[in-house]
Each structure stands twice: as C-alpha cells, then as structure tokens.
C-alpha cells in the first residue's frame, strides 16, 4: 500500500514526498549517516514513478539534509553547522593568545579545526580582488591558499591576497604556518594595525572544483565571501576570497545601532 504524505494536495507530489523525508530526518526517524530509501523503494513507498522519487531526493539537497556520492546514494547528513561569530572571531585578544579566526571560531564551536596549506608565493592578482587592495589587475601579490577541515571535514577553502610591497618584508608569511595568530597577527607585529574588516557574502551554487574539495554533492549550495582588512590608515592589507560548505555554517552578525 502507498504511504499517504500530507502537506497541501497543490503542491507536486514530489514536494510533498521531500518534506515528508526532511520531516523523518529532523525527527530522527531517519537518523544522521543512515542511507536514504533508494529510488525503487520510495517508488513503491509513494506509489511514484522514478523521476518522481529521484526529484524529490534532491530536493533534499540543496535544504542540507543528505549527502550524495556516485555509485553508493544518499545518506543522512551528520554533522552540524559551525557557528561564527562575525562579532568576535577577529579581536585582538584572540591572535594574542595566538589563535587565527578559524582555530578560535572551530574551538568555539567544540570542533577539532586542521588546516592544510594548497599554495604560498607570488601570483597576479585577479582583477576584482584587485579592485578591492587598489591595485593594477594582474600586478604581482602574495597568495596564500588553504583548505580548512572541522573534525577531520572540508568546511572551507580560503584564498588571502596580500600587496608585494606589504608581504615582502614580512618572512613569516611565506612559511606554511606563519606562527601564532595567523597572518593578522604578523602584519600588526610590523605595524600594519587592523581597525577595520569588512565582508560581502553571497549564495550560489558549487562549482566542480568547489565540489570536490569540500566533498560536496553535485550542486551543493555555497557561500562565497570576501573579505578586507583595512588598517588604521585606510589601506587594505589582505583581501581573503572564501568558499565554505553552505550547510557547515551560521553567520551571525552585530550590527550596531549607533552612529
């Protein structure tokens, strides 16, 4: 016998076998890293056809609720979201106790952040970052590429652009670990003293490359931020271009309210 799924008989039928599964994964019927009913089951379950179980599936996806791999399915996703905290995750006091954001946010959050540095050295500046550190498009820059993991996970993949003119009196970061506090730390150490970041953030799709890195399903959901750090003078001394997982995070901003 067919499942009967409620929910507004309008709807397409598909939508309403997806949220009759989100409503069995938020109420841990099906539980975090079990595999999702396969197509031919949910045929036979909903009295469906097979593109109708396969649409409904994904629907599940870009709501963050399964992971998808070839040749195995569906699964459950099991892990929940790190938190950041736009308010704090770059004061001062944390790169003196010789934290960089991530490790002080990840902590935060009680997870086990790793870092795996993908590039350090010179590279010509990509014309929009370019826009933002006031410099000529393809003039050369310090690069720094890494990719973040939470509890053993890819969550993020990070990109910082740094003018030559700033980088290259500053040995430490051309190393892979510039040391406590992060690259923050050592630009304020040669006294280039931050007082301002601002971020631009937007949602999109992953692209292939994005996809693979961060051990994402096919069409996954990203966000993509960018961020500078200006100095006490004005100057913007880093620009970090940033892809994370969309289903990893909750950005939470204080916004104050005077002048």
């Not at 399915?73 to 960089?100: E, I, N, T």
């Not at 935060?108 to 000529?136: C, F, N, Q, W």
């Not at 430490?172 to 690259?183: D, M, S, V």
């Amino acid at each position: 016998m067919a499942t009967m799924v409620p929910g507004d008989s309008g709807k397409p039928r598909y939508l309403q076998i997806a949220e009759d599964l989100a409503q069995q994964i938020r109420a841990g019927v099906l539980r975090p890293g079990e595999k999702v009913p396969s197509e031919s089951v949910l045929m036979a379950r909903y009295a469906v056809s097979q593109g109708t179980a396969r649409r409904a599936v994904a629907e599940l996806r870009p709501m963050g609720l399964i992971d998808t791999h070839h040749g195995k399915g569906s699964f459950v996703k099991s892990r929940p979201p790190v938190l950041r905290k736009s308010s704090d995750r770059f004061r001062r006091s944390h790169r003196r106790a010789g934290k960089a954001a991530y490790l002080a946010e990840a902590e935060h959050a009680g997870k086990a952040p790793t870092v795996r540095v993908l590039y350090v050295g010179p590279t010509e500046v990509p014309g929009d970052i370019a826009e933002r550190l006031g410099t000529a498009p393809g003039s050369q820059v310090l690069a720094r590429r890494r990719l973040y993991f939470s509890d053993g996970t890819p969550t993020e993949e990070a990109t910082s652009y740094m003018p030559w003119d700033v980088a290259k009196d500053i040995p430490e970061l051309f190393a892979e670990n510039p040391g406590g506090g992060g690259i923050y730390a050592r630009l304020e150490e040669h006294g280039h003293v931050l007082a301002e970041f601002t971020e631009t953030v937007r949602a999109r799709l992953a692209t292939k490359q994005e996809a693979v890195a961060l051990s994402l399903s096919p069409g996954a959901p990203v966000l993509h931020l960018t961020r500078s750090a200006r100095v006490e003078s004005g100057r913007v001394v880093e620009v970090c271009d940033t892809v994370m997982a969309a289903d990893q995070f909750v950005l939470d901003y204080r916004i104050s309210a005077e002048d």
